[in-house]
């Protein structure tokens, strides 16, 4: 039960996140779209990338909620509903197959059904190739969905794809960049310096 | 092993600082320090060149922290021939002095 509990939760928190980032694309970062689907920093993809390190393969169901969330409700898209549920099949295939490709591929991953990563060991280069191998998944299904589907039909452009593979990039790996940057500056404030003290002064 | 959330996330997002060594301005007067203070404790002495040779950061910011660190007191210079060399300044040593001072205390109250 306490493990059921464990997975709505993650599928929640990821799919609350997901469509929070597209609700923030969308609207604040329209400067950076290529067009109505394609755009050159993608930060999304960041919550992809880094909800499949942190759930596994759970992650694809939240991502796929999200995205739900977001084409139902908040930005209504004019699809049809079989091309909804293809959509979110879309978004949860590729995080899953990335996974699975970089849990054969890294030497950091052990179990492959059931990823565990090794975090104390993972280092930045570790997080690129995940964030290259989940953009070329999702940027290879996106376009079969685009060339697919009624609404949008799209023709293959190898020119639109690379664009696509580029924002997926950019936005994960710069966006785990800059949380980066920020943590190390608020681990730098004086406020949290207190807290340490007060922990040590405690433990004195 | 298994790990929590918490740990998980805290990993990802130190990750560059822990694993890249990452350096911020505002650690690399304390790099420099520690350099020094290491070289002395083996009885060894740093001239501005090998703190460059380093790599704590680039050429020219190397010689404003040091210059920071030298106006602070934190750093002194001492010649020998030709080569300056760098020893930790009053202020430092008042530091540590300090420092050895509050764990003299700590430790007699322990006992």
């Known amino acids: 039960m306490r493990k059921i509990i464990e997975i709505t939760n993650e599928i929640l928190l990821t799919a609350f996140f ?8 969308s609207e604040y970062l329209s400067n950076s779209q290529y067009n109505d689907f394609i755009s050159i920093f993608y930060i999304p993809a960041a919550i992809r990338v880094f909800s499949s390190l942190l759930f596994g393969y759970w992650a694809a169901a939240g991502i796929a909620l999200g995205l739900f969330v977001d084409i139902v409700y908040m930005h209504p898209e004019q699809f049809m509903m079989s091309e909804i549920i293809f959509r979110m099949l879309q978004v949860a295939i590729s995080l899953m197959l990335s996974l699975l490709i970089w849990a054969k591929l890294s030497t950091k991953v052990t179990f492959i059904s059931n990823p565990v990563i090794d975090f104390e060991h993972i280092n930045a280069f570790d997080i690129l190739q995940i964030c290259l191998i989940e953009a070329i998944f999702n940027s290879l299904t996106a376009h079969i969905f685009y060339i697919w589907s009624p609404t949008v039909h799209l023709d293959f452009d190898l020119y639109y794809f690379a664009v696509m593979l580029f924002g997926d990039v950019t936005g994960s790996f710069l966006l785990f960049v800059v949380a980066n940057v920020i943590f190390s500056v608020l ?3 004086p ?3 207190r807290k340490d003290h007060d922990n040590t002064t405690n433990n004195q | 092993m298994k790990i929590g959330l918490a740990s998980k996330i805290y ?5 560059l600082e822990t694993k890249h060594n990452l350096s911020w301005a505002d650690g690399l007067h304390r790099q420099i320090l520690m350099a020094v203070l290491n070289a002395q404790c083996s009885g060894m002495k740093y001239s501005n060149q090998e703190i460059v040779d380093l790599n704590l950061t680039s050429r020219s910011s190397t010689y404003r922290k040091i210059s920071d660190l030298k106006q602070l007191g934190f750093l002194s210079e001492i010649w020998d021939d030709t080569t300056c060399y760098l020893i930790l300044g009053p202020s430092a040593v008042g530091m540590l002095a300090e420092a050895d001072n509050t764990l003299k205390v700590m430790s007699e109250k322990d006992n």
Do not use: D, E
Request: hydrophobic share 65%; aromatic share 22%.
């Open chain 1, 18 to 25: 997901y469509a929070l980032f597209r609700f923030i694309q």
């Open chain 2, 11 to 15: 990993c990802l997002l130190s990750l």
């Open chain 1, 187 to 189: 681990k730098r404030i």
């Open chain 1, 191 to 193: 406020a949290f310096a």
